[in-house]
């Protein structure tokens, strides 16, 4: 993760595209230990690496800033973000989440997705690390 709010360029434009993601895990408070965070935190910014974004922000609530790419729609991000993580935390974690688990599904469906085009960064970085942790 970075730190930086600087304009970021691609073959043919210049972009600055914030957004601030939340996604519901499903039965958090037990879910979510520091290992799975750790591992969490490691997928989130491989999968924005690979798909042209960048990952700002993270707090273990499972809020993001994301950097994102023009070319991106922010449904497919969502839906590399949400699927690649739960399928190889279920991998790597699956004899203890299967515990805490109803079936299979790590997050639910829905998900929340903000511009943060209207606020300074780090008045949302801000809002995001104040937010409670496990």
């Given at each position: 993760?970075?730190n930086?709010?600087?304009?970021?360029?691609?073959?043919?434009?210049?972009?600055?595209?914030?957004?601030?993601?939340?996604?519901?895990?499903?039965?958090?408070?037990?879910?979510?230990?520091?290992?799975?965070?750790?591992?969490?935190?490691?997928?989130?910014?491989?999968?924005?690496?690979?798909?042209?974004?960048?990952?700002?922000?993270?707090?273990?609530?499972?809020?993001l800033?994301?950097?994102?790419?023009?070319?991106?729609?922010?449904?497919?991000?969502?839906?590399?973000?949400?699927?690649?993580?739960?399928?190889?935390?279920?991998?790597?974690?699956?004899?203890?989440?299967?515990?805490?688990?109803?079936?299979?599904?790590?997050?639910?469906?829905?998900?929340?997705?903000?511009?943060?085009?209207?606020?300074?960064?780090?008045?949302?970085?801000?809002?995001?690390?104040?937010?409670?942790?496990?």
């Amino acid at each position: 993760m970075t730190n930086n709010n600087q304009w970021r360029t691609a073959r043919h434009c210049m972009f600055k595209n914030s957004v601030h993601l939340v996604f519901i895990t499903k039965y958090r408070p037990d879910l979510l230990t520091q290992n799975i965070l750790d591992r969490l935190i490691q997928l989130f910014a491989q999968t924005c690496l690979q798909l042209d974004c960048e990952l700002l922000e993270f707090n273990a609530d499972v809020h993001l800033i994301v950097s994102v790419h023009p070319k991106m729609a922010l449904s497919n991000l969502v839906g590399k973000l949400k699927g690649k993580s739960a399928y190889f935390l279920r991998q790597a974690f699956w004899p203890q989440l299967k515990q805490k688990l109803w079936g299979q599904h790590f997050c639910s469906p829905s998900y929340c997705v903000v511009s943060c085009g209207g606020a300074p960064l780090e008045i949302i970085r801000k809002y995001i690390e104040s937010q409670p942790t496990l």
